[in-house]
């Protein structure tokens, strides 16, 4: 039973042995149980023997990377007197509420006896021994340059803002500062992503690296998370990476990489829309590829932004209008814009029978799916597309469509991606675009 924690061991035993064995313990040792973290941490938890450096665990969502995190900054603090540690997270507030205060956080771990004293004016934390650690942002690179440190624990550095290089910045801060003791470490837990602070530590082979599955850990998590992210993320290459905890690979020559879409990713915000459309590429028929419905916004900044992905498979041509019907009203899009080469009249009639009170036009494409796409992967390297979320199925095309017009992603053609390229050409490219448009207003 490899890979299972000595609790998970336990709990696989007959039942007369486990009983005899929790039957076995004094009233100490059961009260102490809850608090030894080699009894219920998995292998891949704990900390690797050796004289390392750096540690990076690197797995998929709730694999149990925070509390492994955490154990070992709290057997630091309760072990070492002189420690001075670190606790960098991609903000202050996530640094607060979860490696500190989180379910998983060094509050929440600790004994009563041996719990540290938190001092949220100061963002400090003391140990009964003498230990300290001090919570820093990765989003203020300038703050860990004097700072000296005997360790430190990094969360979710995939997380860390990447404009301007500040991960980087703060990585390369931090390291400058690890000069207290004879050997400074740093453990770094993150979901996999594609971005230069992941991929630096994974060229460095001295670093030591943990990895897991989000499956690993399914003893201590809801059935009904697992069965929700499957369903999400499952048959995804971003399913790969957020619940098998890959890092996924690039293909070479595509219009898009996953750093590229990394680095447009931003949490979702409703504000400073100027104008909404939904880009639309119906299917051929109803047994086959999927209708791709995505919706967009141009912001007051003059960036795009790519807000839903709502697209439907096997639909009928009704389901998939009912569909259209149903994200604009959510929404409250200005346009749709649909692609009417496999349908031409019968998409605008379908639309139009689906009740949406809104201008439709219906866009003619005149050249290839990646060359249609080419001037928008650029608005992408320009910085002026952003992704207000994860979009798994959208992003696993998009890092398929080649520059040469092949297509390597998912499924037999790019649909969702598509639906985004008339949208983004909607919004911003205008009538510079190369689709010939026709409105249903006409």
Known sequence: MTGLSLAERLAAMPADAMRRYIDGLSDGAAQELAHHWRFWARPEQMAPPGDWRIWLIMAGRGFGKTRAG????????????????????????EARSVMVEGPSGLLAIAPDSLRPVWEPSLRRLRWPGGAQATLFSAAEPESLRGPEHSHAWCDEIAKWENASGRAMAAWDNLQLGLRVGPLPQVAATTTPRAVPLVRHLLADSSVVVSRGSSHANRANLPPAFLAAVERHYGGTALGRQELDGDLLDDIEGALW???????????????????????????????????????????????????????????SPEGWARAVSAASDAWGADRIIAEANQGGEMVGAVLRASNIALPVRLVHASRGKAARAEPVAALYEAGRVIHCGTFARLEDEMCGLMAGGEYQGPGRSPDRADALVWALTELMLGRRGTPRIRSLED
Do not use: H, K, Y
Not at 70 to 92: C, F, K, Q, T
Not at 269 to 293: H, K, L, M, Q, T
């Open 257 to 315: 990489n996953r750093s590229l879409i990394e680095s447009c990713r931003v949490r979702w915000s409703a504000e400073g829309f100027v104008r909404i459309v939904i880009g639309v590429d119906p299917p051929a028929g109803s047994a086959g590829d999927a209708c791709g419905i995505i919706v967009c916004a141009l912001q007051a900044d003059d960036r795009a932004a790519v807000l839903a992905d709502c697209s439907v498979e096997r639909a």
């Open 70 to 93: 955490a154990e070992w900054v709290r057997s630091i603090g309760e072990s070492a007197p002189d420690a001075r540690i670190a606790l960098i997270a991609a903000n202050l507030a």
